[in-house]
C-alpha cells in the first residue's frame, strides 16, 4: 500500500531530521557568545535575568530552559482544560490566516520587542526558522509566536515531544540545557509545514557552519 500524501511528508521530515548537521557542530559554533541584546532575560517569571540573546554571521542564538506553548488551535492536547495559560491564537498564523497548531508544529516562541531586545531588528521574522537542540538532538521549527518581553525559553507541545521532553503544557518542559539557534531573514511557506521547515533547517544550518 503507497503511503499517503501527509505520511509520506512526515516520512521525508523524520529521515531530514536526522541529517548530516549534528547537535555536536552546531553547539561548538555557538560555545561562546557575542551578545545583542542591551540586558538579560528570566527563565521565567521572578527569576533573575541570567540569559543574553548572542549573535554571529547568519542567525542569533540563546541557551535556556523550554516551557511549553500550547497556544493557538483547539487541540486535544492543547486546550483550556490541559493549560490553565490557553490562549486560542498565535502572533503568526498559518497560510489560511488560522492560528498555528501547536500540537502538531514545532515552533518557538521570541519575546515580544522591548528594551533589552527586538527580534525583528536582527532580521528574525515570523516563519523564521530555529534549530532547537537538546540532549545531542536537533528539531527544526519556526518561529511561531511572541511572549512576554522579559523572558525567553518557550516552546510549542510539538517541539517538546520532538525532543523527548515532557510536552504537558501544565507540568512538563525542561529547567535547562535547550540551545536555540534563530536564523536570519528565513522564512517557511508555508509556516506550517514542518517538511518545509527542516529541509530549509538543514540547508541554513550548512551554511551557519561554514561562515566565518
Known amino acids: 500500500m ?8 512526515e516520512s521525508t521530515a523524520t529521515e531530514a531530521r536526522k541529517g548530516t548537521v549534528g547537535a555536536a557542530e552546531l553547539l561548538a559554533k555557538v560555545e561562546s557568545c557575542s551578545r545583542i541584546s542591551d540586558g538579560r532575560y528570566s527563565t521565567d517569571e521572578g527569576t533573575s535575568p541570567s540569559v543574553p540573546v548572542c549573535g554571529k554571521k ?13 497556544d493557538g488551535q ?13 490562549r486560542p491564537e498565535t502572533a503568526f498564523p498559518q497560510s489560511d490566516g488560522r492560528p498555528l497548531n501547536s500540537q502538531t508544529l514545532p515552533y518557538v516562541v521570541v519575546p515580544g520587542p522591548s528594551g ?34 522579559d523572558i525567553i525559553g518557550e516552546a510549542s507541545y510539538a517541539t517538546a515531544e520532538a525532543l523527548g521532553i515532557n510536552p504537558d503544557p501544565a507540568t512538563g518542559g525542561t529547567a535547562s540545557g535547550v540551545t536555540y539557534i534563530l536564523f536570519r531573514n528565513s522564512r517557511v511557506s508555508p509556516i506550517e509545514s514542518r517538511s ?17
Request: glycine share 10%.
Open 74 to 86: 483547539v487541540t486535544a492536547r492543547c486546550n483550556r482544560d490541559t493549560d490553565p495559560w490557553f
Open 196 to 212: 518545509a521547515a527542516v529541509s530549509l533547517g538543514e540547508s541554513l544550518a550548512k551554511r551557519f557552519l561554514r561562515a566565518n
Open 2 to 9: 503507497s503511503a499517503t500524501p501527509i505520511e509520506a511528508q
Open 116 to 149: 533589552i531586545w527586538d527580534h525583528a531588528n536582527s532580521g528574525i521574522k515570523g516563519g523564521g526558522v530555529v534549530a532547537v537542540i537538546h540532549n545531542d538532538q536537533v528539531q527544526y521549527a519556526v518561529v511561531g509566536d511572541a511572549g512576554p518581553t
Open 58 to 70: 547568519g542567525a542569533v542564538y540563546w541557551k535556556a530552559d523550554m516551557d511549553i506553548a500550547c
